[in-house]
Nanobody
């Protein structure tokens, strides 16, 4: 089971760091992804990282502002979000996939419950 945390209310231009931990699973075996879903919109890809942290990719909308990282010793994956914009407002989900990382939500095997990020203008 994955647990996402760290969401909250922040002003535009501010920063937040989301965390994703797991109970009952060792995340080091998995590639990890972050997705988000805004009200009335479909879930969209945000960022992904491979099992070692050596490979990452990002959605164009967050490139240069968000950073995905992981600490396998702590069984935790992070999403550092800087220069937040009101359009970043969404529920953010972490997900795990046993195979290589993917842009597609359908590829992921396990999902967290989501954490709400609200960016005020």
């Amino acid at each position: 089971q994955l647990q996402a945390s760290g969401g909250g209310l922040v002003q535009a231009g501010g920063s937040l760091t989301l965390s994703c931990t797991a109970s009952g699973h060792t995340l080091s075996s998995y590639a990890m992804g972050w997705f988000r879903q805004a009200p009335g919109k479909e879930r969209e890809f945000v960022a992904a990282i491979n099992w070692s942290g050596g490979s990452k990719f990002y959605a164009d909308s967050v490139k240069g502002r968000f950073t995905i990282s992981r600490n396998n010793a702590k069984n935790t994956v992070y999403l550092q979000m800087n220069s937040l914009k009101p359009e970043d407002t969404a529920v953010y989900y972490c997900a795990a996939v046993l195979n290589r990382m993917s842009y597609s939500a359908n590829s992921y095997d396990y999902w967290g419950q989501g954490t709400l990020v609200t960016v005020s203008s």
